[in-house]
């Protein structure tokens, strides 16, 4: 009935007009509380990832698997565009059945001890012994349930030991595939994606527990609640330029980046209000690149042959250095993160790194002498045929320990023999290791040394696990075992909550 028709029988006046507006009042208001309580179960879930990167696919679709029914996904860009795109997938881990196919013994307390020694005893040992604990299973579960296709094991990217299981790209790197196959499998667990979605605030109630999301969509800010609370899942801080000023130098921030613009520190900037504990903050992984190429010289920079010299013509490291510490001791000890590796036609690993430079088109020089090599790709002639020649006499000598900075070359080689190549190098952050500590159930901890109710942190946007550097594969390891924790502690909080 409407108000018009009680108009028109002429009721307006009675006594009954009171009575009849409060109850149609009364209808409008339960409809509007029902419309209300529509909307808000609409925009209630039983779990919401933020990122849609292997840590956050992971999450959402391990929170199906654990019996979340309803579970989110929001990503900020038009597709997933972290990191992972431009990994190359491996991922690392003992007990697996490659390992065992192969004949590659190994067992959890080596593999335990390795990851240890990488992070130089500083990895928080019960996240590495979490990960030790899950990756068999985890590995599996990537083959198994998400269909994700390995190739041979091969050595890790660092340290060479054999325990890298890489993804096979089938034309595209081996970690946009691994993104590739988790997008199919959660749309295929019925996970809801919702791409152009950026979370821009955490919410909360009066006692910190995380309730919710405010999301930024194309058509302006909404809110989004959660039973079983909130995974970041954004990734790291490297493409935040003001971040990894202050937590890292100002020297890092003219660093290259190895990987992905949208790695933009939302998990500090969204995390930071809840009175979060962030550790291991200067703590980042570098490698070489080439900046207007984006080649990547490392394995020359490994080879064990050549000089490294600035724009200037001084050497300026050790070069028995790994390629990480390279990389990076480029941007700290140079003003414009330039370098250049002086090598002859000696060193083993040449061919594939020219080859590699030609595709790409990406300069280098080639000459057959060391003054006809400097004078082509612009380096100071007389300081570089020098430090060639201190250098060469040194090795004969077997005085490189005297030289400044000192050579520690465990088998030095002479650069003698022509053509003699520069290969140039920028210093590149492939990402940052601080943020979020986690415990071993992904719970994020607060500066009191408690988790935050609701709050979850996965991949490249926890803190803790990670420190000076990572074994080959472990962060797409620690993605995929810290990211199926995450969901099904999610999944159980959301079955729990009132
Ligand atoms: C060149 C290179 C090679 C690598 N190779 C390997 C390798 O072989 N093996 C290995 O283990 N690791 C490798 N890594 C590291 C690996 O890529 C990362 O550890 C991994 O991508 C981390 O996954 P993630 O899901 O945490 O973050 P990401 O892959 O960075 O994904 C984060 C996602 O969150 C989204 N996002 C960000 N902010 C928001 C927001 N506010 N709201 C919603 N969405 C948001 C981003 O757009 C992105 O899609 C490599 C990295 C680089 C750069």
Redesign the pocket.
Known sequence: MSVEQVSRRGILKTSLLGSLLAGLSTISVSAHAQEKDKENKKDMYDVIV?????????TAIAAKQAGAKKVVV????D??????????????GWGSRHQKEQGIKDSAEDFYAMMMDVSKQMGDPALNRTYTDNIPKDIDWLEQDIGVKFGKIRPM?YPRLGR?C?VQGEGI???AQL?KKLLAAAQKNGVELKFE????ELLHDDKMNVTGVK?QTPSGQKEYYSKGGVAI????F?ANPEMVDKYIGGWATRMV????K???G??IS?TMPLYTKFVNMDQF?S?PIVKETHV?PADVLNSGYGIQVTTGGDRYMDENNTYVIKARTTAQKTLDNKAWVIVDSNCPVLGNVIDKYNRLNSPYGKADTIEALAKQVGLPEKKIVKAVQEYNDAVKNNTLDKLTPANTYKKPHLIEKAPFYAIPLNG?M??TFGGPLINTKAEVQNLDGKSIPGLYA?????GGIFFHN?A????????TVF?RIAGKEMAQRAATSK
């Open positions: 933020l990122g849609a990167g292997p840590a956050g696919l992971v929001f990503e900020k860009k597709r997933p565009d972290g990191n992972a795109i431009f990994a190359l997938g491996s991922v690392c990217p890298t890489r790197t081996g970690g993104v979605h950026k979370g821009i999301i899942a954004t990734g790291g490297s980046l190895r990987g992905s949208s790695t933009t939302e998990n969204l992984h490698g990547n590149g492939t990402a996965v991949g490249n946007s926890a990572y080959g594969g472990a962060q797409l390891g620690a993605a990211g």
